[in-house]
């Protein structure tokens, strides 16, 4: 897995490549931990390159949706990919988080 | 036609990666189609997360055998350890939805397994603990070619 941060505004682009598993989960938490502890409390998360994710991935974003939204800010989701969506459906993550087709649109719902 | 795949893996959070490969390579040679192979990536790697944080509880040493077979209709994954006893029927069911937001998140991965599998049967003998995970396939593999 690959994690690449880009900055739009004020929003922090969080974009994972590859597989989000138990060995890989740590490494999101602590990209998505390190922005909200520097106060970047409104993060997308581009999905468009992530092929999977196990329950660990869950739990990674599931902790950080908590963190920014106790800070003002939020966590929002981009470009889901079919297998993605699956296991967020199963868990009824999609009703807990926003989602959107791209990463354009998911910067813009925080308002510029 | 019955396919049948095994192999044997150190029970290590590392290589799971690889457990996962195995089960999605042995369910493209089976011919299954993509929901049937994600389920069955999805299951193994879960299960066998559980396996190695809580069956093998940071004990090195220990190994998974895995076993995939499958034909027509049915695909059926078998996961043996050495482990602790973790029976998933003990893992209360998670409140999902909203309610995550509210309190700790645990038994995501046997929800997903329960989910994913139509039957999960797990039992315990000398020879270890069996988990066995069977799923009827949505698509059905390409027929072969029938002899003249």
Redesign the interface.
């Given at each position: 897995m690959e994690i690449n941060i880009a900055h739009r505004g004020d929003v922090a682009v969080v974009a994972v490549v590859g597989s989000i598993d138990a060995t890989s989960a740590p490494e999101l938490s602590t990209a998505l931990s390190g922005q909200i502890a520097a106060g970047r409390v409104k993060l997308v998360g581009d999905l468009s390159g992530c092929d999977y994710t196990s329950s660990a991935g869950l739990r990674a974003l599931l902790a950080s949706v908590k963190d920014s939204r106790s800070s003002g800010g939020d966590l929002r989701l981009a470009a889901v990919q079919k297998n993605v969506l699956k296991v967020l459906e199963m868990s009824g993550f999609t009703s807990i988080l926003k989602s959107f087709p791209d990463v354009d649109q998911a910067v813009a719902s925080f308002g510029g | 036609m019955k396919v049948r795949q095994h192999a044997v893996f150190a029970a290590r959070?590392?290589v799971?990666?690889a457990i996962?490969e195995f089960v999605g390579r042995a369910c493209a040679d089976a011919g299954l189609g993509d929901d049937d192979r994600?389920a069955f990536?999805?299951a193994a790697?879960?299960a066998c997360?559980n396996i190695v944080?809580h069956g093998y509880a940071g004990r090195s040493g220990g190994e998974i055998a895995v076993e995939f077979d499958a034909d027509d209709r049915v695909a059926r994954l078998t996961l043996i350890d050495a482990g602790r006893p973790f029976d998933p029927d003990e893992v209360p069911r998670?409140e999902?939805?909203?309610a995550?937001?509210d309190r700790p998140?645990g038994g995501?991965?046997v929800?997903?397994i329960r989910?994913?599998m139509d039957e999960v049967l797990y039992r315990t003998d000398p020879n270890g603990n069996h988990l066995v995970l069977t799923r009827k396939l949505q698509r059905r593999p390409p027929a072969r070619p029938e002899k003249e």
């Open positions: - | 959070l590392e799971t990666p996962r994600f990536e999805l790697d879960e997360t944080e998670p999902l939805g909203p995550l937001l998140v995501l991965g929800h997903f989910t994913t």
